[in-house]
């Protein structure tokens, strides 16, 4: 069979997957802390196709091409946009708040935080934000400061007192970061946290890393390269059509 089939098939394949991803990021690009995903790809050989067995340098050439082998968090950063809410954080620099859910710990980037009756610093969904000990923040009543590492402070009739210091961490390039829902991520088993050197803009939030021009574009591009390989499925089937007809015809 015509290798040219595989490779069209696998970049129809490809195309369609990309065009998920693509579509995702487009429509988080207005998502606090939102990190895009980019696709990666890989190279496979197409085996089993008489001489053109792997390790023939021909059929490396002939049959071998590119399926997508997943997508990996960009986390590069976004646009800080000043709110005036001073608990608003922003992160300026690698790393993520560290919040508590109901299924274990998660990371975010999404500083939009509020305090909750009891005095929780906690997330808009009611998470609580952890400190650098792994521990909710209590904030008593008063003017709220965060300074760039992290410190919290809170004024009182006494003066201001130190709080906590916020659980900002990052991983190490190679971590397993999974993200969950639209701004958040969850760490492999084997991926520890270690304090991170981002700098915390009181507030402001930071919008989406994916640009709503350039995910339009490359939402076109990708539709264009999908419609270009059913194309090309079409041209391939059409001419087994017609060899399948000519040759059963002289039987």
Same mark, same amino acid.
């Given at each position: 069979?015509?290798?040219?089939? +595989?490779?069209?098939?696998?970049?129809?394949? &490809?195309?369609?997957?990309?065009?998920?991803?693509?579509?995702?990021?487009?429509?988080?690009?207005?998502?606090? @802390? %939102?990190?895009?995903?980019?696709?990666? !790809?890989?190279?496979?050989?197409?085996?089993?196709?008489?001489? !053109?067995?792997? @390790? =023939?340098?021909?059929?490396?050439?002939?049959? @071998?091409?590119?399926?997508?082998?997943?997508?990996?968090?960009?986390?590069?950063?976004? $646009?800080?946009?000043?709110?005036?809410?001073?608990?608003? *954080?922003?992160? #300026?620099?690698?790393?993520? %708040?560290?919040?508590?859910?109901?299924?274990?710990?998660? +990371?975010?980037?999404?500083?939009?935080?509020?305090?909750?009756?009891?005095?929780?610093?906690?997330?808009?969904? @009611?998470?609580?934000?952890?400190?650098?000990?792994?521990?909710?923040?209590?904030?008593? #009543?008063?003017?709220?400061?965060?300074?760039?590492?992290? $410190?919290?402070?809170?004024?009182?009739?006494?003066?201001?007192?130190?709080?906590?210091?916020?659980?900002?961490?990052? %991983?190490?390039?190679?971590?397993?970061?999974?993200?969950?829902?639209?701004?958040?991520?969850?760490?492999?088993?084997?991926?520890?946290?270690?304090?991170?050197?981002?700098?915390? &803009?009181?507030?402001?939030?930071?919008?989406?890393?994916?640009?709503?021009?350039?995910? $339009?574009?490359?939402?076109? *591009?990708?539709?264009?390269?999908?419609?270009?390989?059913?194309?090309?499925? =079409?041209?391939?089937?059409?001419?087994?059509?017609?060899?399948?007809?000519?040759?059963?015809?002289?039987?």
């Amino acid at each position: 069979m015509d290798s040219g089939l +595989y490779a069209a098939y696998t970049g129809l394949l &490809a195309r369609t997957q990309a065009l998920d991803t693509a579509s995702n990021n487009l429509a988080n690009a207005s998502t606090n @802390g %939102f990190r895009a995903e980019r696709d990666y !790809f890989r190279g496979v050989l197409s085996s089993g196709l008489g001489e !053109f067995e792997e @390790g =023939s340098q021909v059929g490396d050439t002939v049959n @071998g091409f590119g399926v997508l082998g997943g997508s990996l968090p960009d986390l590069g950063q976004g $646009t800080l946009t000043p709110t005036g809410n001073p608990l608003d *954080l922003a992160l #300026s620099g690698q790393g993520f %708040f560290s919040i508590q859910t109901k299924a274990g710990v998660r +990371y975010t980037r999404d500083g939009s935080f509020q305090k909750s009756p009891t005095g929780v610093l906690q997330t808009a969904a @009611g998470e609580p934000v952890l400190d650098n000990r792994g521990n909710k923040i209590i904030l008593p #009543s008063g003017a709220v400061t965060v300074a760039p590492d992290g $410190t919290v402070s809170v004024a009182s009739p006494d003066g201001s007192a130190i709080v906590a210091k916020l659980g900002v961490v990052t %991983f190490s390039p190679d971590a397993s970061l999974t993200p969950e829902g639209a701004n958040r991520f969850v760490a492999g088993l084997n991926d520890k946290p270690v304090a991170a050197n981002a700098e915390i &803009a009181q507030g402001s939030l930071e919008g989406s890393n994916e640009d709503s021009v350039h995910g $339009t574009m490359q939402l076109i *591009l990708i539709q264009r390269q999908a419609e270009m390989m059913q194309k090309a499925l =079409s041209v391939f089937d059409n001419d087994f059509d017609k060899t399948a007809v000519e040759q059963l015809a002289r039987v």
